[in-house]
């Protein structure tokens, strides 16, 4: 069950519960929420190898602060802030391309349904000219395509986080498409 699915209720009940020490409802907040915190860090880095000793930083952060947390419904707010923080201050928002680590990142994206092994060598390749791409995109950009694009937040909720209008926030997501779409057809057409 993601974090957007979680009733506001149960989530209020669940990170009461981690606050007081329980190991089991700490367990399943990481288990909800490791795979959103970790696209969070790839957002502001850009760098898939980076992502698990982020990753790492940010849960050791959440339970030591976790007790500060008034408003547990704003859960996902508040572990996008840690995991942006502690991606910023690891220092690494530059961009790097990595053969190897958009080979795990494909890898960990599963099987699309294409059947036979040219539809999964097609598929792999696709994927991993996508994620090149979304590697490539400069931090302002990247940020808000993967909160949209890969966490589903609305444009009200990443300028929100984001300190942005909204107007901004949907100018710099049609500038990241229009980005990717060159980019991709660059490729394509080498």
């Not at 060598?121 to 590697?135: F, K």
């Amino acid at each position: 069950m993601s974090s957007a699915t979680v009733d506001t209720s149960v989530l209020r009940e669940l990170v009461g519960e981690a606050q007081v020490g329980s190991r089991a409802a700490a367990d399943r907040l990481v288990r909800e929420h490791d795979h959103w915190v970790r696209s969070a860090v790839f957002g502001v880095t850009g760098r898939w190898d980076l992502v698990d000793d982020i990753a790492q930083q940010v849960w050791t952060q959440v339970w030591e602060r976790l007790p500060s947390l008034k408003e547990p419904e704003r859960l996902r707010s508040w572990l996008y802030a840690v995991a942006r923080n502690a991606a910023i201050d690891a220092g690494q928002s530059r961009r790097r391309r990595s053969a190897g680590s958009l080979e795990a990142v494909a890898d960990s994206l599963g099987d699309d349904g294409r059947s036979g092994p040219v539809g999964r060598v097609v598929g792999r390749e696709v994927r991993n000219m996508l994620l090149q791409a979304v590697e490539a995109l400069p931090v302002h950009y990247r940020e808000p395509f993967v909160l949209r694009h890969l966490q589903d937040w609305s444009y009200a909720e990443i300028g929100d986080l984001l300190g942005l209008p909204v107007e901004t926030v949907e100018t710099r997501l049609v500038r990241a498409r229009r980005l990717l779409r060159e980019m991709l057809q660059d490729r394509l057409d080498a």
